[in-house]
């Protein structure tokens, strides 16, 4: 015993810490997760287990908020990190750096999970699916720069339409390729086409096929809601035409393959020029035929039509009659009237003797007002009494409450006052 070396307890526990951490320095762990309770300062403290052992593990913040695998409960994961000790309790954890879903079915599993959520959310709704337009002057690309799926692309739409292609060349599996494919999205919206860049008309999203793994950034939700938020139609080509991912829900259309979309992307200019050609012809022939009816029509009016210049000599002839008519009437009438002017003698004298007769008549009148007329009167020595008004005094009680009054001569007025009463029937006249 005096042989075996002595250590003071924190000293074994500095020494297991050394061993552990230098032999376990980059782990990978399969596990489920469970009892996974976020703190408040946004680190994450969980255990992974198995069948037989439960091992604790925690997560700090800076990894937790950049990690693609939502920490959650009964989840199978594959950790990898460090594993380090806790000398304070004689415990030890696996610090972990990298988090992945363990296993197709538990991604299944995940996958399911989110296409719930974001129905819920509305992400997927028909109603805010935009139309791909007809024919896209321009069409961006987000895909990897290198490999079959953008050359396909390219060859398709040139074969069909060719078109303005521009590719935002994007990792399209492994860490961070979300981030980078919703950022592509994001950058493709942020163009106002001034700087020499055109703005896209369409995008396509795309890559080839590959595990569920490979294919896995497609089902982010950094992703997703970046293709749901897009002005610009998104075509979805991830994978053959027997995978779905989530952003093949969110985007405005789902394409089987690369190659599909590009031709969902662009029509076939060949097909095009053959259906103008077509509507052409067609546009010739209609106005061939409709010409033709025109003239038949018209063939079968003007045969309906009387013959104009029997028209004319009919009205020409009832025009001749009614002019020679017209000369008669007016030649008759002359007759008439030269007829009637030759009796107008006769009656001449007997109208002067009348006009004559009723000229004496009138001067007779006219004697006979003039000796009855106001001048007349006074003539004869008679006088014309009004009031200062002038209106007429017709006896002495209204002379008396006229007071003043005026008394017309045949030569002139005299003014004159009523004097004080003396006799009923007499006043003194003066003047003023």
């Not at 762990?29 to 604790?56: C, M, P, R």
Request: with cysteine.
């Amino acid at each position: 015993m005096e042989d075996i070396k002595e250590y003071s307890v924190s000293e074994i526990s500095f020494a297991i810490k050394r061993c552990v951490e230098t032999t376990f320095s980059q782990v990978r762990v399969k596990g489920e997760i469970f009892g996974a309770k976020k703190a408040d300062s946004g680190h994450w403290y969980l255990s992974l287990k198995d069948a037989n052992a439960v091992l604790s593990a925690v997560c700090w913040k800076g990894v937790a908020l950049s990690m693609p695998v939502k920490i959650e409960d009964g989840l199978e994961v594959v950790a990898t990190g460090r594993i380090t000790t806790f000398a304070g309790r004689s415990s030890y954890q696996l610090v972990i750096e990298r988090l992945e879903v363990a296993g197709a079915g538990a991604l299944l599993k995940l996958l399911e999970e989110r296409k719930q959520q974001f129905l819920k959310e509305g992400l997927f709704d028909a109603s805010h699916k935009k139309p791909i337009p007809f024919l896209p002057k321009v069409i961006g690309v987000v895909t990897s720069a290198s490999g079959a799926v953008i050359r396909d692309i390219i060859h398709r739409v040139r074969d069909r339409f060719p078109s303005h292609i521009i590719v935002w060349p994007t990792p399209v599996q492994g860490e961070g390729a979300a981030e980078k494919i919703a950022a592509a999205v994001k950058g493709f919206n942020g163009l106002d086409g001034k700087g020499g860049i055109p703005r896209p008309d369409v995008l396509i999203v795309a890559r080839g096929g590959g595990s569920l793994e490979d294919l896995w950034p497609f089902n982010e939700e950094v992703v997703i809601r970046a293709v749901y938020d897009s002005d610009i139609p998104i075509i979805s080509a991830v994978g053959h035409e027997t995978d779905t991912m989530l952003i093949d829900y969110a985007a405005d259309r789902r394409a089987p393959t690369p190659t599909g979309a590009a031709e969902f992307a662009v029509p076939v200019k060949s097909e095009l020029n053959a259906q103008l050609l077509m509507l052409d012809s067609r546009r010739i022939h209609a106005m061939a035929r409709y010409i033709g009816g025109l003239k038949q029509m018209f063939g079968v009016i003007s045969k309906s039509l009387p013959n104009l210049a029997q028209i004319l000599a009919d009205h020409r002839q009832r025009f001749d009659e009614r002019c020679e008519r017209l000369k008669n009437a007016i030649r008759n009438l002359t007759g008439m009237k030269k007829r009637d002017f030759s009796g107008l003698g006769l009656k001449s004298y007997y109208i002067q003797n009348l006009i004559e007769k009723k000229k004496t008549i009138c001067q007779h009148l006219g004697e006979r007002l003039e000796a009855v007329s106001i001048e007349q009167v006074l003539r004869r020595g008679f006088v014309w009494v009004t009031d200062r008004h002038f209106k007429t005094i017709y006896d002495a009680s209204a002379a008396k409450r006229a007071g003043e009054l005026n008394v017309r001569f045949v030569d002139g007025i005299v003014k004159t006052k009523v004097a004080e009463e003396r006799d009923a029937r007499q006043f003194d006249l003066f003047d003023e």
